[in-house]
T-cell receptor, first 118, second 113 residues
């Protein structure tokens, strides 16, 4: 199984709503990533989890709250978002043994959740 | 800092034409290089990769060679199909930098029948 799954596929929410995005992988990968992608732009890294611990936060506003309940699951909790947060949110994973392991660490991407904030 | 520059699109081609997308990089360490493809409405898929100088990555008729002397990783395909219409991202990763991917701006390719 070389698949990263994300749910929901589409999400529309108001600025006062609380919602969550979910990402799952069963490849035994120990690093998981959240990216934000605006239209016609490359993905921008938001968070990295390594061995279920947050290792990188790219100065993301606190209205985005990541969570890694176990090595296969990654959530992104959303609260009080702004319309400019509308984007495609991508999850990725790799076998991410920082400083060790294979000479490259391919990231496997999920299909994304397309988020619209009204 | 590390960066990737790739040619701006859109690139419009006829079916069976030759495709080249230029990609150059600057990196403080010794990067691995990747091409990702994103079809409309989908996530990113790894197209090919190379981990050291002179390595050639290839997949689905696409090729790219890691050229350290010119810091380039140009993508080529000899005969494109309509199904190759997508956005192509060149990217680098330096392991010591926490396996973070640095992407180029993306090149949209449109292949017409």
């Amino acid at each position: 199984d070389t698949e990263v799954t994300q749910t929901p596929k589409h999400l529309v929410m108001g600025m006062t709503n609380k919602k969550s995005l979910k990402c799952e992988q069963h490849m035994g990968h120990r690093a998981m990533y959240w990216y934000k992608q605006k239209a016609k732009k490359p993905p921008e890294l938001m968070f990295v989890y390594s061995y279920e611990k947050l290792s990188i936060n790219e100065s993301v506003p606190s209205r985005f709250s990541p969570e890694c309940p176990n090595s296969s699951l990654l959530n992104l909790h959303l609260h009080a978002l702004q319309p400019e947060d509308s984007a495609l949110y991508l999850c990725a994973s790799n076998d991410g043994t920082f400083g060790g392991g294979s000479t490259y660490n391919e990231q496997f991407f999920g299909p994304g959740t397309r988020l619209t904030v009204l | 800092g590390d960066s990737v520059t790739q040619m701006e699109g859109p690139v419009t081609l006829s079916e069976e034409a030759f495709l080249t997308i230029n990609c150059t990089y600057t990196a403080t360490g010794y990067p691995s290089l990747f091409w990702y493809v994103q079809y409309p409405g989908e996530g990113l898929q790894l197209l090919l990769k190379a981990t050291k100088a002179d390595d050639k990555g290839s997949n689905k008729g696409f090729e790219a060679t890691y050229r350290k002397e010119t810091t380039s990783f140009h993508l080529e395909k000899g005969s494109v199909q309509v199904s190759d219409s997508a956005v192509y991202f060149c990217a680098l990763m330096i392991k010591a930098a926490g396996n973070k991917l640095t992407f180029g701006g993306g090149t949209r390719v449109l292949v017409k029948p």
